[in-house]
């Protein structure tokens, strides 16, 4: 197979072998004798053979012992190294088995095994650099070894691998990375170092139950394991464990001060916690621009970390409803449930948000989202009834909007808003105006006199504040008359009515297209004088 061995095509190679511990064909321990007759080294010789039965029995804590004895006795002899990399291996210490390999072929370097256990160790280690080195030598010295140039395949796919994970990493295209080392820790499953990239990649893809366990067991068999140690404080970091998430990375920068990784992942944590603990500082004070500023720059810290974002949105919501930035506030609340969907706050404070702007369909829709979620809250199932009304009132004329006053009006305002937009509106003002605009003001008239008949009688006004008149509405028939409430109010004679496009009225409305008989005055110093129309003054 060639070096450069495409990583999507990784599937394919199928018959590419594993690189595991060793096997009994090849990396068996040493049983030949030594021929010295010295007494150290038959004293060494006899410690190997024991440690070789126990070697056999899998008890390699007791071949360690013996071989060390071996070593003792005789330190010069390669296969004695060999034989204690090989125990190490099997406890899957594989810097102190390379230690070993590496002084076996200091002493003996035609010593094959020696060189074939270097370059296991180096793949285990993720070097796979030093590993190919290895695996050449041995096939130079034992050209029909099958088990060299299977393993130097494969190590040349892992290189592979290796190389487009890391360029992948530095690119953040972390889906790469992780389809990367998967298919690095298929053919070298007691790689901790890709195990390690692979539980990383989980975690910066927000899969942080997976990343978790991948750690886990990581530190299961290496609990000093630092890199470990830091996936799992960046998982907790990232759900917003932040004092665990602190614990991890000092743990870390304790066991290895030069971990740059945790280093950064606190310093960013520590200063994500301070700039949103000025925010809550400020707000506490009634400082509700400086908390929305505050909180601004928090968000700027650390843009992938979901849900500390996610309250940091909602915290600038609040403020900014305090300092009438409501649809600025009503985006953040939308931000921070996206980043966090179990959010109720953010719901919550949205659906209030709605409410105070009379977005009443989306207030609806957010109330049923947060009733759906906790079916027995009473408060939200009463928030929902309230915006249901409130949305069906909505619907409805707005007769204050007509008037153009508030909703806490006095009398008298809502006598003096009537009085100028039924002016405004009244039919013969508008005698010059096209057939369109006539119909259109006259609409309006009608609205308006309909609109003070509900809002100038206190038991109408306030069914209709109640919501009651949707269910039980006193509401205008069609043939309502907007003359008897304007006659009524401003006092005009009688003998004449409004027709509203109907038969006999001329284009002022009234019968012959006459204006008001000279002399007839309204209240407040509006008059009418001649037949060529009205001239409205208004007080």
Do not use: W
């Not at 056999?56 to 012992?65: D, H, M």
């Not at 649809?327 to 969907?341: G, P, R, T, W, Y």
């Not at 408060?379 to 007769?399: G, M, V, W």
């Not at 206190?458 to 209709?464: E, L, N, S, V």
């Amino acid at each position: 197979m060639a070096a450069n061995v495409s990583v999507e095509k990784m599937d394919q190679d199928e018959n590419l072998p594993k690189i595991g511990k060793d096997t009994e064909e090849f990396m068996d321990v040493e049983q030949d004798s030594c021929t010295d007759i010295k007494d150290g080294v038959v004293m060494a010789e006899a410690k190997k053979a024991e440690g070789n039965q126990e070697y056999v029995k899998k008890n390699y804590e007791g071949a360690l012992r013996l071989y060390t004895e071996a070593i003792a006795f005789a330190p010069n002899i390669a296969t004695f190294y060999g034989n204690r990399a090989a125990a190490y291996m099997m406890m899957s210490k594989y810097d102190k088995a390379l230690e070993d390999a590496m002084t076996a072929i200091k002493i003996d370097n035609n010593f094959v095994k020696g060189h074939y256990r270097a370059a296991k160790c180096h793949l285990m280690m993720g070097s796979t650099r030093n590993a190919i080195m290895e695996l050449h030598y041995v096939i130079s010295l034992d050209p029909k070894n099958k088990d060299a140039v299977n393993d130097l395949k494969t190590a040349r796919v892992i290189q592979e691998l290796e190389s487009s994970a890391f360029e992948a990493y530095d690119k953040k295209d972390y889906n790469k990375v992780l389809y990367c080392m998967k298919n690095a820790v298929d053919l070298c499953p007691e790689c901790t170092l890709y195990k390690v990239l692979k539980a990383e990649a989980l975690a910066l893809l927000e899969k942080y139950s997976d990343a978790e366990h991948e750690a886990t067991e990581i530190l299961r068999k290496d609990p000093s394991n630092t890199d470990a140690i830091y996936v799992r404080g960046l998982c907790l970091y990232y759900q917003d464990n932040v004092e665990k998430a602190y614990q991890h990375f000092t743990q870390v920068m304790k066991r290895d001060p030069d971990n740059k990784k945790a280093r950064i992942a606190y310093k960013k944590a520590k200063s994500l916690q301070a700039k949103k603990q000025e925010g809550n500082d400020a707000f506490g004070s009634g400082k509700y621009d400086k908390a929305y500023n505050l909180y601004s720059e928090a968000l700027e810290i650390d843009p992938p970390n979901k849900y500390t974002n996610a309250k940091l949105y909602y915290n600038r919501a609040v403020a900014g409803s305090k300092i009438n930035k409501n649809e600025q506030a009503i985006e953040d609340c939308s931000k921070a449930v996206e980043l966090d969907h179990t959010y109720t706050k953010a719901y919550l404070k949205r659906a209030q948000l709605y409410m105070d702007n009379e977005q009443y369909e989306e207030a609806v829709r957010d109330y049923e989202l947060l009733c759906r979620k906790d079916r027995s809250s009473r408060e939200f199932r009463r928030y929902l009834e309230k915006a249901k009304l409130e949305l069906k009132k909505s619907k409805r004329k707005d007769y204050y909007k007509i008037l153009g006053i508030q909703k806490n009006a006095t009398d008298d305002e809502v006598k003096k808003a009537y009085r100028k937009s039924a002016l405004q509106h009244h039919p013969d003002r508008h005698s010059g105006a096209t057939d369109e605009q006539k119909k259109e003001e006259e609409k309006l008239f009608k609205e308006v006199n309909e609109a003070y008949s509900v809002l100038s009688d206190a038991k109408k006004r306030a069914r209709y504040d109640s919501g009651q008149d949707l269910e039980d509405t006193f509401g205008m028939p069609d043939d309502f008359d907007p003359n008897s409430i304007f006659q009524a109010f401003f006092g005009a004679p009688g003998g004449f009515t409004f027709n509203f496009g109907g038969p006999g009225g001329g284009p002022t409305g009234f019968p012959g297209g006459a204006g008001f008989p000279g002399g007839a005055g309204f209240p407040g110093g509006g008059g009418f004088g001649g037949n060529r129309g009205f001239n409205f003054t208004f007080g």
